[in-house]
């Protein structure tokens, strides 16, 4: 069986994606990485250059009273993909067992792994989700691109969308609260740098001020007291059944998106779509905005004529139907888990090619 450690739990659905690819896939086994000696020996980087590097490390390293030792590793419990269990190893426990692949999903992690990857005789890859990084493509004998990229390298690499399950984001009609206006994106209450609110969080208050028939929601950890704000739920389930319920999708996002699993859910769930949409020209989410089919730009329109929009989409029961069904079958025509995975795994088969990878 390939064994794989990767350092993606520093985001949820990243890792979940992996282990849906990895695990439930393949048939394969994924760790990550356990305690701190990963920091003490400059493997795990993330940050390190900043104040608070080593308390950032703390959050994605540090063992919990609930772990269960199961011997050759840990299990945790992913209390944000339920019924889904984590397997946890120390260094001292993946210098003493076999590993097939490392994986690096963070940049600053990169040549820390591929030194370990090097040391235990692994092969060291590298996935990207995030817009404008640089990274060491020089060190990976392979990489999984779920974002758009400048620079290519000249080792085998696929580029793929990250997996979520479809049983929870799944398309469904009518929404069962038609006058809920909602956003996903976590601090869209953004300052310019100054203090100020950003412009994104200014249209949006602009934009319910001027539907006020209608619920505007804001779903997230930032800002919670917006007078906006509704929730932080904890599991991705409980997201996809708020994004099934409200009647139009909100997405103003300018800023660090790569892959974008907000907006590739909102797209799977079938919304309507009121977003940025200009900014994902050259993303891996642009071919999802087709505007006036799937989608509206707010980049290319006024507020007055947004809020048009939005009004005929809370009333209009035809025309809401037919967008929302062209953003879910738009969705399903741009993403393929299936060719994606079989794209990754002929890579790999490759890359592997001196040990077994199961059919």
């Known amino acids: 069986m390939i064994r794989v450690l990767a350092d993606g739990s520093h985001h949820g659905d990243l890792y979940e994606s992996l282990l849906l690819l990895f695990e439930d896939r393949f048939g394969w086994q994924v760790f990550r990485p356990y305690d701190m000696s990963f920091w003490d020996a400059n493997i795990w980087n993330y940050e390190r250059h900043m104040s608070h590097g080593e308390e950032i490390a703390r959050q994605y390293l540090i063992p919990y009273s609930t772990d269960r030792d199961m011997g050759d590793w840990w299990e945790r419990d992913d209390d944000t993909h339920p019924p889904r269990v984590h397997k946890l190893v120390s260094l001292e426990q993946v210098r003493s067992q076999r590993f097939d692949i490392v994986l690096a999903t963070l940049a600053e992690n990169e040549a820390g792994l591929a030194g ?38 000249w080792t085998p690499y696929v580029f793929y969308h990250q997996e979520f399950s479809l049983a929870d ?75 099934r319920a409200a009647r139009v999708g909100i997405h103003f996002k300018r800023w660090s998106d790569g892959y974008g699993h907000v907006v590739h859910n909102l797209f799977a769930v079938g919304k309507p779509v009121v977003a940025t949409a200009s900014y994902y020209t050259d993303k891996m989410a642009g071919p999802l905005f087709v505007d006036g089919v799937t989608s509206f730009d707010v980049q290319t329109r006024s507020d007055v004529e947004v809020a048009q929009i939005i009004r005929r989409l809370s009333i209009d029961h035809e025309f809401h139907q037919r967008i929302s069904e062209a953003s879910a079958a738009r969705f399903r025509e741009i993403v393929d888990f299936d060719a994606d995975a079989a794209a990754i795994r002929t890579m790999l088969e490759g890359v592997l090619s001196d040990r077994r990878v199961p059919a």
Request: aromatic residues 12%; charged residues 20%.
């Open 169 to 243: 984001f799944r398309f469904e009609y009518p929404p069962t609260e038609n006058d809920v206006v909602a956003t996903w994106v976590q601090c869209l209450a953004s300052t310019d740098g100054e203090g100020r609110p950003g412009e994104d969080w200014l249209r949006f208050v602009r934009l319910a001020m001027m539907t006020p028939d209608l619920r505007w929601y804001h779903h997230g950890h930032c800002n919670q007291d917006s007078g906006y704000w509704r929730s932080n739920v904890k599991t991705s389930a409980e997201v996809a059944a708020q994004m």
């Open 116 to 153: 370990l990857a090097a040391e235990i005789g692994a092969v060291f890859g590298i996935q990207l989700g995030n817009e404008g990084t640089v990274n060491r493509y020089d060190l990976a004998a392979f990489s999984m691109f779920s974002t758009t990229r400048e620079h290519l390298p």
